[in-house]
Structures are given as structure tokens and as C-alpha cells.
């Protein structure tokens, strides 16, 4: 019978949520729309998006490992099993940890070989683009793992979402400079980028 459930209880979680999950997708459009309409080099928007595909290949399995334990710790949470909590959340944390650091420090040295793999050797140019954007992977993990399984879980949504706010609005200043001052490609932005993310993960961690 629904006719007794509360609506209204849910929707504002609900658009919080939602905000929350499209502003992260919001960041990296932003960056691919400003490379597209704005870099002198169509290459570099090839370039960038190669990159920005290898890594996301890398977090699925980071994104899998998070979710899987995230029930259980949801279930902690509600009955107030503290010491269990933080038994589960500190090894999904190290797990995270081991899949993550060595992929992003093999990405880093192996960047040629992996561009060269993945599009051939014309892409093999764009090896610091894709060491730059590991850096961002290593952010991007770390800021799932504080979201999906600290923020969310203990009804931080509001504050998840004002943080995110106040980003995007940082990160949106920054591209309109870089436009402005006609240094748009593929590093500056990832720059910007990862910039975007220490002061949104300094602020999800306040």
C-alpha cells in the first residue's frame, strides 16, 4: 500500500542526491565542452579524451569495490555498530588503497605503452596528458570512498552538496580565466582540474 508513504520525506534527499551525482559528471563536461569549443589543437580534444577513457576503466573497479561493501556498512550505521563500521570502512579504505596507488604509479611510467596500446602511436604525444589525469583519478577515488561511504551513510548529504556548490562555481571562474586569457588545452585543464579537486576534497573532509 503506498497511499501512507511520505513523499515529500524523500525528495529533497532524492534532489540532493542527484545533484550531487551529476555535479562530479558536471566538472569533467564542462572541461571536455570548453576543449571543443575554445583549444586551438583538435588533436588535443582526442587526446584528452583518450585519457580521460583509460581512467575511466580504472575507477569501475575502484567504483565496484566501494559499492559492494556499502550495504553492509549502511546496516552498521543504522544499528549503531561502531567498532564494525570502521572495521569494514578501514579495509575497503586499504583495498582501495592497494588497487589504486599502484595503477596510478604504473600509469605514470608506462603512460607511452599505454597510449600506444589503447590509440596507437599518434597518441603516444599525449603521455603527460594522461599522467595528469591519473593524479585526478587519485582524487576521484578518494572523494568516493568520503562520499559514498562516510557522508552519505551518516545523512551528509546537505553538506555534500553546499561543498559541491561552491566548487563548481570555483571551477567554473577558472575555466572562464583560462578562456579569457586564451590558454585552453588538454594540460592547463587538467590542471585546473585537479585544482578543483584538492579544494573539494578538503571540503568534504571539513
Given at each position: 500500500d ?5 513523499l ?5 534527499p532524492?534532489l540532493v542526491t542527484?545533484?550531487i551525482v551529476?555535479g562530479n559528471?558536471?566538472?569533467?563536461n564542462?572541461d571536455?565542452i570548453?576543449?571543443?569549443?575554445f583549444?586551438?589543437?583538435i588533436e ?7 585519457s580521460?577513457k ?5 575507477m ?6 566501494i559499492?559492494?561493501?556499502?550495504p ?5 550505521v ?15 579504505f586499504?583495498?582501495?588503497?592497494l588497487?589504486?596507488?599502484p ?12 597510449l ?9 604525444v ?7 589525469a591519473?593524479i585526478?583519478l ?6 568516493n570512498i568520503l562520499i559514498?561511504?562516510?557522508l552519505f551513510l551518516?545523512?551528509?548529504e546537505k553538506v ?10 570555483i571551477?567554473f571562474?577558472l575555466?572562464?580565466i ?12 587538467l ?8 579544494i ?7
Open positions: 503506498f497511499n501512507n508513504i511520505n515529500k520525506k524523500y525528495i529533497v532524492l542527484f545533484f551529476d559528471i558536471l566538472v569533467l564542462i571536455k570548453i576543449l571543443g569549443f583549444s586551438k589543437n588535443d580534444v582526442a587526446y584528452y579524451g583518450v580521460l583509460i581512467i575511466n576503466l580504472v569501475i573497479f575502484s567504483l565496484s569495490l559499492g559492494g561493501a556499502t553492509r556498512l549502511a546496516l552498521y543504522k544499528e549503531n555498530k561502531k567498532e564494525e563500521y570502521e572495521k569494514i570502512f578501514n579495509f575497503v586499504s583495498c582501495n588503497c588497487l589504486i596507488y595503477i596510478v604509479v604504473g600509469i605514470f611510467i608506462l603512460s607511452k605503452n599505454i600506444y596500446i589503447f590509440g596507437g602511436e599518434k597518441y603516444i599525449a603521455e603527460w596528458i594522461l599522467r595528469l591519473t585526478h587519485l582524487f576521484i577515488s578518494l572523494s559514498n561511504q562516510i551518516n545523512k551528509k555534500v552538496a553546499y561543498n559541491l556548490s561552491i566548487v563548481l562555481i571551477n571562474l575555466k572562464y583560462l578562456i579569457k586569457f586564451d590558454i585552453v588545452n588538454s594540460k592547463i585543464i590542471i585546473g582540474t585537479i585544482f578543483v579537486d584538492v573539494l576534497f578538503i571540503k568534504k573532509k571539513t
